[in-house]
């Protein structure tokens, strides 16, 4: 897979809490290092939510390498770099510093920051709940952004909640993704580690791929 103008930049956003944007960053950068990508992770979370995770991921390998010296070197296969609202208004200077794939994770609350990184992305991706709340969230940032798809997350399936948020997306037409995450423990223990083959995120990074070479930003 090529990228067509050396980087491109993947915003995961949506002015709302509990909704899976740290996890949806994190697991899209290792499975698409998995596939052999160059990834960067850029956190301008003030609670430093992809921080800590890699900050677990070494406490881990520490652990690991005091009982056996021998033991695998245990890593994230991209870096996370702490970023702020600044570096988020100036996307040419990311593109000069980081080649291949920066993805940005965002806060909650901060509106400036979050428009800064939904600027700075070529395509935007909000993780929403099936919610009457995060649906409303999920649709203001959809129209602030330049090419937002809609990730349903924490999705039970076989509800009426979750065949109804369906429906009203495409009613709104509002780009989505085929693949939702559901509501799994597994996904939850993803956090601070790296295991992350997770079958409903790998559907995602494909779409996500189909997408970016169908408005041509990369070539497979």
């Known amino acids: 897979m090529r990228i067509k103008n050396d980087t491109v930049i993947i915003t995961v956003a949506i002015i709302k ?20 990508e160059q990834v960067t992770v850029l956190d301008s979370d003030n609670t430093g939510g992809a921080t800590m995770w890699e900050m677990y991921v070494e406490q881990e390998n520490r652990r690991r390498k005091t009982e056996n010296p021998d033991a695998e070197d245990y890593h994230l296969g991209f870096p996370v770099v702490q970023t702020n609202e600044a570096v988020l208004n100036n996307p040419e200077l990311i593109r000069e510093k980081y080649s291949g794939w920066v993805i940005i994770d965002t806060p909650p609350s901060d509106a400036g920051v979050v428009q800064a990184a939904i ?32 990730l349903l997350t924490r999705v039970k399936p076989r509800t009426k909640l979750a065949r109804n948020s369906i429906s009203e997306l495409d009613e709104e037409g509002i780009a989505r993704f085929e693949t939702v995450i559901t509501e799994r423990e597994a996904i939850k223990n993803m956090y601070g580690t790296t295991e992350i083959d997770n079958k409903e995120y790998s559907s995602v990074v494909h779409e996500l791929i189909d997408y970016l070479t169908a408005i041509n930003l990369v070539e497979e």
Do not use: F, W
């Not at 991706?125 to 940032?141: F, K, N």
């Open 119 to 150: 600027n700075a992305g070529d395509v935007v991706i909000i993780p929403c709940q099936p919610s009457v709340s995060d649906l409303t969230h999920a649709g203001r940032t959809y129209a602030a952004a330049r090419n937002g798809i809609v």
């Open 17 to 36: 809490g509990g909704s899976g944007k740290t996890t949806t960053a994190m697991a899209l950068a290792e499975l698409l290092h998995k596939r052999g």
